[in-house]
């Protein structure tokens, strides 16, 4: 079966730091690139991130450039999320894909997505 399936959400005080991982089993996750998304309540999904393929080029939302890394470890067959300085504005389910390519900060042609790991930062 192929599916990714992320980890690592939980309940952070205001500046504190996470780290997300998207697994992926049944397929290659190499083959794509990685991209994570994130939903508020009563807001719609966003794009926050993206990583190519060998991890050479990576793109940010505004929202979390220099807050939040994206990396990946293709032997792994898993990617990753780090998220410091974190504020209420993050809290949100967070999603990671698997697709084609970037369009900036926005994974494109998604063929893998994960059910989501939650996240809520408290103030």
């Known amino acids: 079966q192929q599916q990714l399936v992320e980890s690592g959400g939980g309940v952070v005080q205001s500046g504190g730091s996470l780290r997300l991982s998207c697994s992926a089993s049944?397929?290659?996750?190499?083959?794509?690139?990685i991209g994570w998304f994130r939903q508020a309540p009563g807001k719609e999904r966003e794009g926050i991130a993206c990583?190519?393929?060998?991890?050479?080029?990576?793109y940010y939302s505004d929202s979390v450039k220099d807050r939040f890394t994206v990396s990946r470890d293709n032997a792994a067959n898993t990617g990753h999320l780090q998220m410091n300085s974190l504020n209420p504005e993050d809290t949100a389910a967070y999603y990671c894909?698997?697709?084609?390519?970037?369009?900036?900060?926005?994974?494109?042609?998604?063929?893998?997505r994960g059910q989501g790991t939650q996240v809520t930062v408290s103030s």
């Open positions: 049944g397929f290659t996750l190499g083959h794509y690139v």
């Open positions: 990583i190519s393929t060998t991890e050479t080029i990576t």
């Open positions: 894909a698997a697709g084609y390519y970037c369009s900036d900060y926005v994974a494109q042609q998604v063929l893998y």
